[in-house]
Each structure stands twice: as C-alpha cells, then as structure tokens.
C-alpha cells in the first residue's frame, strides 16, 4: 500500500507514478513547455540587441560633403576607428572640423545628428544624446514584468495554469508583434511594459510543469526545459546579427508565439490544480485521457481514493481567503521574506551578468552566446545536485562559492585578463544553477491552491534586482570592481538566509498550509485527514 494513502485516501502522487514518468502524453506535453521557455528567454533580454547603443555624431553642413562617411572628417590619418570620437553632443569648431577645439559646450550645441547605423533603433526615434532612454526599455519591461507576476499568479491559482498560460502567451505574441510596428517612442515604451505585465506566460507554463509529473521526477523534467529556455538565449545574438533590422528581428522572434493560440486544443490542465479546486470529475476524465495515451491502467478504486475532504478546497471558498490563510502563519511569512531576498539576489546577478556581456571586448554577439552557454553545464549540474543532495545543500553552496568568486574578481592583477574572465565565467554558472535550484524551492514551500501566487508574489517583489540591474555599470565610476563585489555580497547575504529553510527534497508537494507548515518538522508522507477551517 502506498505511503501516502491515509484512512482510504491517495495523494496526488501516487496516481502520478501510475500513469508514468515519461510517456506519450509527458513527451506532448513537453513539446509544447519547450516553445514558450525558447522564446520566453528572447522576450526578457532582446532588448539588449533590439535597442543597442550605436554611435553618432553632430552633423555640420559646412563640414559634411554629400558623400561623407559616419566619421569624416573627424579622422585623421594618424586615427583608427576606435580612436575617432563615436559620440558626440556638440559642435567642433566650424573652422577645422575638429572636436578638439570646442571651448565653450553652450556655444556648440548640436541640433542635428549623423548615426553609425541610419535604420538602428536609437536614430529612427531620434534619441542621441539621450541614453537615458535607451535604458528605459529594460526598465520598463523588468517593471511590467514585476506587475505582471502578481496578475499572472492570481489568474494562474484561480482559473488555472493552462488558462493563464494560453492567454499570456498570446498576448505576448500580439505585443511583440505590434513593438515591431510602433512609430513613436513612447508608445514602444507602452508597449514594451504591457508585454511584460500580461504576456509572460513563463510563470503558469513553470507550475504546469512540477504538477505534471510526480514529485521526484520533477527535477529531472524542469532540468529538460531549462535547457530549452538556455538555447533560446544562445540562439537569439544570432538571429539579431543575421537580421540586424530590429523590426525584423522582432517579427522573426515573436511569430512563434503565435502558435501558443492552438494550446487551448491540445494542453491539458493541472491534475493537482484540478483536485485543489474541488474539480474532482474534470481531474478524473483527464486521469483517464492520459492513461489511455501513456498506454497504462487506473483502476476506479484508485480515482475513488482520490480525493480531497479540507475545508480549504472546497469551491465556495475564496482565492483571497486562502491567500490570507498562507500569510497569516508565521512559518509561511519566514519563508517568504527569505524567498524575497533569494529572488532579489538572483535577479540582480543574472540581470547584470547579462547586460554585462555585450560590453565585453569582442564580438557582442558570439560573447553574449558564449556566457549564455555556460547555462547548459549549470542545468545538468542542478539536476545531477538536486538528484544527490537535495535543496537546501546545493543552494547553500553555489551562494557562497558564487559569492567568494565574485569578490575576488576585482582584486586580481591586471595582468591576468584571462583569470578574471574565467571567474566570470565560473560565477555566471554559479548564478543560473543558483537561479534554477530558486525557482524550484519557492514553488514546494507554500500549498497548491496559493502556490502560483506565492511564488509570483516572490518573483515579482525579488524583480527589483532586475529594476537595479541596469545601473549598476554606473557604480564603475567609483570603483570599476564596485558592481561585482555588490553581486558577491548579496550572494553570501543569501546563502546566510538559506540556513533558516527547511528541507523539501523528500516531502510530497503541500496542498493546505498545515501540510506546508509540516514540512521540516518530519518527513511528509502522509496526508493530514482534516485542516482547521477558514475563519
């Protein structure tokens, strides 16, 4: 008799591991997850490529031929082209055409400019001399997406994961789509925060994706997909340097998306969503659907042992109660504090590391893969770590280690470019693994019926690391090893905080918060029969 039958009643599990780990209906089921994560990972960051920084000087009637060039005549002969003035916001002397007699900056003022990239995005909107613009974009889309969180949890615990899923999806697909298209900056600007605030279908797709399968075999399912979100970022510097018109280059990234209008047809919904929500005959018509295209047997006295009896999931019980019922205990509020700082260090880190690679010497594009590649190791090892060690161990670690190597980078000689680059490197790997084991943890802490949302609420309190992610470079200017030692620290900040969480590798996902207040105390295997009732 299974472990987690109690007074004649199955957990969800034990129906899982019935209809298998890895058949036909997984497999379908993962095709379509794999599309959403691929392009999902491009919509967070393409604004990197989409809105790159080109160069740009004044235009000067008197100076300018018909056939000048970006930099005549501001070259000499003795000049290369990286030597040669890429920016500027004011006049030279009309006399010689030099930037280097200018005097007086008020007396010089530019009016008109010439762009490094006539078509680029920075001179269609006309923003030279405006980089706080082109900053703007990231932080509008990190800030939507921070909003975006909490809707897409609310949405996502109340109608469903595959409801929430199919509707941000596709309004993401038509957003972007319609970015490509905007002529005026601002309504980019607009734009570029709805997408990010209702076009996210990441979070719900995640959910979809740990309550399909049982609970061991999680790890091993997200590991696949987060490699589908990895090759996304590996594949897309690519496609902006063979489509190097961001308006194409949006078009050719968003048009898949548009296929995820045909999931209303063919995804199937939670199972554990199902049976939270008291949709006890629509979980087991779907038990029965995947059973069939799996090829395998339930019996009906299994699915009559399946079942839920707490007051908690009956269906005239509100979404706002059960969310005040998960803050109100205080095991519930601890975690969640820690998960706020969790998920504000590792989006500062990943954030900062991203927008740190397209400013390192060399190809952008070939430099931005490469970093981005060393995401696939990281998956294999979370997966591998989490198989042997656990949760708590594996981030406990990788916060310290991350953090160790982070400090150090700023003290290193000079000499040793090589070195610096490598533990860069190293910690880039250290910050994704650290990332993934995050996302995980978060969602096995709180119940079923408030898990979306509390992991949104997390998600979306921790994107401030995002928000400040984009000013960091700024903190150059006092220290150039400023920015990492911030990432180190924070890091070891983190990995303190992990101390006070308990153990989730071997407890059974909670569906009532007395189940998740359980969890570290001793080994969830059974159901609790019975939960206070909601006051």
């Given at each position: 008799m299974d472990g987690s039958e109690v007074?004649?009643?199955?957990?969800?599990?034990?129906?899982?591991?019935?209809?298998?780990?890895?058949?036909?209906?997984?497999?379908?089921?993962?095709?379509?997850?794999?599309?959403?994560?691929?392009?999902?990972?491009?919509?967070n960051v393409n604004y990197v490529f989409a809105v790159e920084d080109v160069g740009y000087r004044c235009k000067i009637p008197s100076c300018d031929g018909s056939n000048a060039s970006f930099m005549t005549p501001w070259l000499n002969a003795s000049q290369s082209w990286s030597e040669a003035p890429v920016k500027q916001c004011w006049r030279p002397d009309v006399a010689d055409c030099s930037p280097s007699n200018v005097t007086d900056l008020g007396d010089h003022a530019c009016t008109e400019w010439i762009y490094e990239k006539p078509d680029s995005f920075i001179a269609e909107f006309g923003l030279a001399c405006q980089d706080w613009k082109q900053t703007l974009i990231g932080t509008v889309h990190s800030f939507g997406n921070m909003l975006g969180l909490l809707i897409q949890g609310q949405i996502s615990d109340r109608f469903g994961r595959k409801t929430a899923a199919v509707v941000a999806g596709s309004a993401g697909a038509v957003l972007g789509l319609s970015k490509s298209f905007a002529r005026s900056f601002w309504l980019y600007v607009a734009l570029e925060g709805l997408e990010a605030a209702i076009g996210d279908a990441l979070s719900p797709m995640f959910m979809l994706s740990i309550e399909i399968v049982e609970k061991k075999r999680a790890v091993l399912f997200q590991m696949i997909l987060l490699n589908c979100y990895t090759c996304g970022l590996i594949v897309m510097p690519f496609i902006a340097w063979a489509v190097p018109y961001w308006r194409n280059f949006l078009r050719v990234i968003y048009a898949p998306t548009l296929l995820i209008l045909t999931y209303s047809f063919f995804l199937d919904e939670s199972i554990r969503w199902l049976y939270s929500k008291g949709k006890k005959e629509r979980a087991v018509q779907l038990i029965r659907k995947i059973a069939r295209r799996n090829g395998v047997e339930v019996d009906n006295m299994m699915l009559d042992r399946l079942d839920y009896t707490e007051e908690d999931t009956k269906s005239n019980v509100s979404d706002k109660k059960l969310l005040m019922k998960t803050f109100k205990s205080r095991i519930m509020m601890q975690r969640f504090l820690v998960c706020m700082v969790w998920w504000f260090t590792i989006t500062l880190i990943n954030y900062g590391m991203m927008i740190s690679a397209v400013h390192i010497a060399g190809n952008k594009y070939v430099n931005f893969s490469l970093l981005m590649l060393m995401d696939i190791p990281a998956n294999v090892l979370y997966w591998l770590a989490l198989s042997k060690y656990k949760r708590r161990l594996p981030l406990l670690v990788s916060f310290f280690v991350g953090g160790l190597f982070c400090i150090s980078q700023p003290f290193l000689p000079k000499g040793y470019a090589w070195l610096g680059l490598t533990l860069f490197m190293a910690f880039e790997m250290l910050a994704?693994?650290?990332?993934?084991?995050?996302?995980?943890?978060?969602?096995?802490?709180?119940?079923?019926?408030?898990?979306?949302?509390?992991?949104?609420?997390?998600?979306?309190?921790?994107?401030?690391?995002?928000?400040?992610?984009?000013?960091?470079?700024?903190?150059?200017?006092?220290?150039?090893?400023?920015?990492?030692?911030?990432?180190?620290?924070?890091?070891?900040?983190?990995?303190?905080?992990?101390?006070?969480?308990?153990e989730t590798a071997r407890a059974e996902l909670p569906d009532t918060v007395a189940e998740a207040e359980l969890i570290g105390r001793k080994p969830l295997l059974k159901k609790q029969t019975a939960e206070t009732s909601i006051t």
């Open positions: 007074e004649g009643r199955l957990h969800v599990d034990a129906v899982l591991a019935r209809l298998g780990g890895w058949g036909r209906h997984q497999a379908l089921t993962a095709a379509m997850l794999a599309l959403v994560y691929a392009t999902n990972s491009m919509y994704t693994f650290s990332y993934n084991i995050v996302y995980m943890y978060t969602s096995e802490l709180f119940p079923t019926y408030t898990r979306n949302s509390m992991h949104a609420i997390c998600s979306a309190v921790g994107r401030v690391g995002s928000l400040v992610a984009p000013q960091t470079p700024l903190l150059m200017s006092y220290w150039s090893g400023l920015p990492t030692f911030i990432f180190g620290m924070t890091s070891i900040a983190s990995g303190c905080l992990t101390l006070l969480m308990p």
